[in-house]
Nanobody, 122 residues
Framework: VQLVESGGGSVQAGGSLTLSCAVSGDMYFVTCLAWFRQRSGNEREGVAGIDRDGTTYYTDSAKGRFTISTDNTRETLTLQMTSLKPEDTAMYYC?????????????????WGQGTQVTVSS
């Protein structure tokens, strides 16, 4: 499975951005796709996840502001972000897992994209 993110950029606080992740390869065993982020000096943390039957998961910081989705073929993973805050500034990564137990735990994912930078200015 290969993952390639796009859509990052710079935006002012309160603005919106949509991140996309092109997913290719054998998806048969992939049970969960997710977005993670890594803020400067911090560990990589989960933001939102979506499993094979379409159930979505969000961290508290993302609930109500971010929306994760895939197309029918799961070839595109999207993260719509609204009401962005300076603390959302981070490198955002999409990830795939065939063995996830806890959707937000980075060690449950073994496929990662290269990341896309999101910068939110106040």
């Amino acid at each position: 499975v290969q993952l390639v993110e796009s859509g990052g950029g710079s935006v002012q606080a309160g603005g919106s951005l949509t991140l996309s992740c092109a997913v290719s390869g054998d998806m048969y065993f992939v049970t969960c796709l997710a977005w993670f982020r890594q803020r400067s000096g911090n560990e990589r943390e989960g933001v939102a996840g979506i499993d094979r039957d379409g159930t979505t998961y969000y961290t508290d910081s993302a609930k109500g502001r971010f929306t994760i989705s895939t197309d029918n073929t799961r070839e595109t993973l999207t993260l719509q972000m609204t009401s962005l805050k300076p603390e959302d500034t981070a490198m955002y990564y999409c990830a795939a897992s065939a063995r996830v137990r806890t959707w937000w735990w980075r060690n449950d994912y073994d496929k990662w994209g290269q990341g896309t930078q999101v910068t939110v200015s106040s």
